[in-house]
């Protein structure tokens, strides 16, 4: 008998006889799943939904339900509140966003369908209160719909992309609108007539010849072989929680310490890798610890352990999160005056390191070099005052200067503060949602989107709230309905 593996498809010769037959095998239940499991039944096909859980949620459950939508001249959400926003300008975003790893044919593709993406969410009955939520915020608290939810007005973006607010939330009172997004998405997948099944553990795919043809999942404790007639589509996450896999990949997260994902192991990838695919960009990974709450604290400076600054602090929080975990030593502190001081979130497990009535008290306090965080503050301050930032172009009315004391540092402790992150990098894909191999060529029957692929959101420095799920729903629509058609 042929071994069962992850790493390695099982031949489908061996196979003595399938358990299971349907047109589009679809393995995670997330949001990425449910939308391949929708298109994949739209254009006609027969699905199977298999998630190794009790039933739907993923990473995608966990998080904000933010999708982050624009061009074609702006959603009618942004155009309501007076902001154009031009294919053009989104797909330069985006591109920036992306920076070294950015998928050129991906963004392009988005930014054009954006906002027929946003009326196909309605049409699944996906709700949105339609107004504009001005202002520097993570994520609402009530159930608003636009925010600023990246980097869109900061250097250097704004140089190159006209500004707009572009994450679309879904109308949820509080935090962790995820979870209903993802319940709608799974009620529309059911009454579409695709048949979930749960507590089923992907063990392995099934290739004949160079074709994709099932998969193997462990269901009551025994291996079901399960045949798919056109594709099957990997929806299974990112590797956040695969500690050998980060280690192989991805060491610099284990500077970091609050991993965030669900069952997020890396087993898409494994099999795609194994069949065939190509991974890459796995070394990147998005992480926050959120420092922009209150939002007075993002008029603050950062400040790496020689005392210098080192990001533009009016940029998207986890910009400068990432950048931070890229400076020296085992901390970073970011530095307030009595007017913009407030007290942080107790989640955030930031602590005061140092206090002071001037600059240079502060900076002993935190036994740096005499005239290193001193002369940095007064350099800052100095053009601040001339609404200026020439070393990191920081733009008003967040650039402001600091000289109202006493004043404070708090420490930003990457063992210790709440630095939540995530994967970003996976499998190589196509517009269609196809798993390519290293020479660029599909992988016939293979299909993959979200997390397990490096998507939209592939550059830790650059990412955006609302980009991974608008990866995950786009992408997730491509591959199923592209599975569907083979």
């Not at 509140?81 to 070294?100: I, R, S, V």
């Not at 079901?224 to 695969?242: D, E, P, Q, S, Y």
């Not at 929080?317 to 407030?342: C, K, N, W």
């Amino acid at each position: 008998m042929a071994e069962i593996s992850l790493h390695k498809p099982y031949p489908a010769a061996a196979v003595t006889k399938w358990d299971r037959e349907t047109d589009v095998v679809v393995i995670g239940f997330g949001a990425t799943g449910a939308c391949a499991a929708i298109e994949a039944r739209t254009a006609g096909a027969d699905v199977m939904l298999f998630e190794r859980n009790s039933g739907s949620g993923g990473a995608s459950g966990l998080s904000g339900g933010e999708i982050y939508l624009g061009g074609s001249g702006g959603t009618e959400v942004q155009r309501a509140a007076g902001f154009e926003d031009t294919t053009e300008d989104f797909a330069a975003y985006l591109k920036m966003a992306g920076g070294p790893c950015a998928d050129d044919a991906k963004c392009d593709l988005y930014a054009r369908e954006a906002v027929n993406h946003f009326g196909w969410l309605k049409a699944q009955g996906v709700p949105y209160r339609g107004n504009y939520l001005p202002g520097k915020v993570i994520e609402p608290t009530d159930d608003s719909t636009l925010i600023w939810s990246g980097s869109e007005a900061a250097a250097p973006f704004y140089k190159h992309a006209k500004p707009a607010p572009r994450g679309h939330v879904i109308q949820h009172m509080g935090w962790g609108g995820g979870r209903p997004l993802v319940d709608i998405l799974e009620a529309r997948a059911r009454a579409l007539g695709a048949q979930i099944i749960v507590d089923a553990r992907a063990l392995a795919l099934v290739q004949e010849d160079d074709h994709v043809v099932g998969a193997i999942f462990r269901i009551d404790n025994a291996p079901v072989f399960v045949r798919a007639r056109k594709g099957v589509v990997l929806a299974t996450g990112g590797f956040v929680m695969n500690e050998e896999m980060r280690r192989k990949y991805c060491p610099q997260t284990f500077k970091i310490k609050d991993p965030i994902g669900d069952k997020d192991d890396g087993t898409g990838i494994n099999l795609g890798v194994g069949a065939g695919g190509e991974a890459i960009h796995m070394d990147q990974f998005f992480t926050t610890c959120p420092w922009t709450i209150p939002e007075s604290h993002a008029k603050g400076v950062f400040v790496n352990m020689q005392g210098q600054r080192f990001i533009n602090e009016d940029c998207y929080h986890g910009r400068v999160s990432r950048t931070a975990v890229d400076q020296p030593g085992d901390r970073v502190y970011l530095l307030l005056d009595s007017a913009h001081f407030e007290q942080p979130p107790e989640f955030g497990r930031l602590t005061i390191a140092g206090t002071g009535h001037d600059w240079a008290e502060v900076e002993r306090e935190l036994e740096m070099p005499e005239g290193t965080l001193s002369h940095t503050m007064e350099f800052y301050n100095r053009h601040a005052k001339e609404g200026r930032d020439p070393l990191f172009d920081k733009q008003p009315p967040i650039l402001t200067p600091l000289d109202q004391g006493p004043f404070v540092a708090l420490e930003l402790n990457f063992e210790t503060s709440y630095f939540s992150f995530f994967t970003l990098g996976g499998l190589k894909t196509s517009t269609d949602g196809e798993v390519l191999d290293r020479g660029g060529s599909a992988i016939p029957g293979l299909f993959a989107a979200g997390r397990c692929t490096s998507g939209l959101p592939a550059w830790g420095h650059g990412y955006s709230s609302g980009m991974s799920l608008a990866d995950c729903t786009f992408f997730g629509r491509q591959a199923g309905r592209n599975a569907a058609q083979r």
